[in-house]
């Protein structure tokens, strides 16, 4: 029996237990990571989880992802046992964002695809929203607060397409949208490409709405559309969400400045009417990725097809005024 095949029969079996129902709403709001493949949502996860001021999901914690709450329970009696580490052990090594080690930090992709019945980060249509289990799933997320009296953080990138729709599930919420220079944003997914697969041609990663449209293009105006189509529907998902749920993190910034970034995390919270503190947490060294690692006319080749899709996404708006 492999690993994936023990993991579905031990979900399969806690799938209909659920976490006791508090006798007062004790949950947190939770945050959300958001944004572009390899804009830096990992490094935004690690170093956030590494403050310790949230719940995060562990590569242990990822294995049940019927229920968070179990997952962080087992978590916490194995590492009162002695059996596991502390979370002081946390790596911030990756490889398109999976880690190794079982206290480092996990996409939580098998949790969401659970409730959202998907594989991909990918925009859902109507009927995959209509399927989806979201009010269970918007539950799960807010009870490993439970334990801990800490508001949970994860990725979410896979319900970034379709904000105007997921935000009244998680109203006390905060999205945390990281963006980076396209650039650096498409090179790496050019990359990606050629380490996953062997081969440009090969899409990887997020389907934004145009991806059926986007699949028969060259592989350099795929990956272009891939990133602007992604941030295009992002940010007019946030537009329709109060400020006070959202704060665009640079990547740049975050590299630079991670404590500048906390504490206007920090200070989100504080209009939310939560106080979280920093004061115990360590300035870490966060090592920027923005170098030129392609062929500067590769490079140039994407640059020029994420610019073209801007300058008609702007033509068209102007043709509707």
């Given amino acids: 029996m492999n690993e994936l095949t023990r993991i579905e ?8 237990i659920s976490a006791p129902s508090p006798t007062t709403d004790t949950s947190l709001p939770n945050a959300y990571i958001i944004g572009c493949p390899r ?9 956030l989880a590494s403050t310790k001021i949230w719940d995060f999901p562990t590569n242990l914690m990822a294995r049940f992802s019927s229920s968070p709450y179990i997952g962080l329970l087992v978590q916490q009696m194995l590492q009162d046992m ?46 995959q929203l209509y399927n ?14 439970q334990l801990t009296s800490k508001p949970f953080l994860t990725k979410a990138l896979m319900l ?47 389907k934004p709405a145009e991806y059926d449209w986007l699949k028969n293009k060259t592989p350099i105006e795929q990956i272009a559309g ?7 529907a992002i940010e007019a998902g946030l537009e329709v969400i109060n400020p006070k749920h959202y704060l665009v993190i640079n990547y740049t910034e975050l590299v630079q400045q991670p404590m500048l970034v906390l504490n206007r995390i ?19 060294v966060l090592i920027s990725a923005d170098t030129r690692k392609i ?6 080749a994407l640059l020029a097809a994420h610019e073209k899709f801007a300058h008609s996404e702007t033509e068209s708006h102007l043709k509707k005024i």
């Fill in 39 to 47: 804009s830096g949502t990992t490094a935004l996860l690690q170093w």
């Fill in 132 to 145: 989806a289990s979201v009010t269970e799933m918007f539950k799960k997320l807010k009870e490993p607060s």
């Fill in 226 to 232: 891939q990133v602007f189509f992604t941030e295009k």
């Fill in 160 to 206: 970034q397409y379709n904000l105007p729709f997921f935000a009244p599930y998680c109203p006390t919420d905060l999205f945390l949208y990281i963006k980076r220079d396209p650039e650096f944003t498409m090179q790496s997914i050019y990359q990606a490409r050629q380490n996953e697969f062997g081969s440009i041609h090969t899409w990887w990663s997020a």
């Fill in 295 to 300: 062929d500067d006319e590769i490079l140039s």
């Fill in 266 to 284: 920090i200070e989100k919270y504080s209009q939310l009417g939560v106080t979280l503190s920093a004061g115990d947490v360590e300035q870490s």
């Fill in 82 to 127: 002695g059996a596991i580490g502390n979370l002081a052990d946390i790596s911030f090594e990756s490889e398109y964002g999976r880690s190794k080690k079982t206290l480092d930090t996990n996409g939580f992709f098998h949790f969401f695809r659970r409730y959202l019945h998907i594989n991909d980060i990918a925009h859902l249509t109507e009927s």
């Fill in 9 to 16: 029969l031990l979900n399969d079996a806690l799938k209909h």
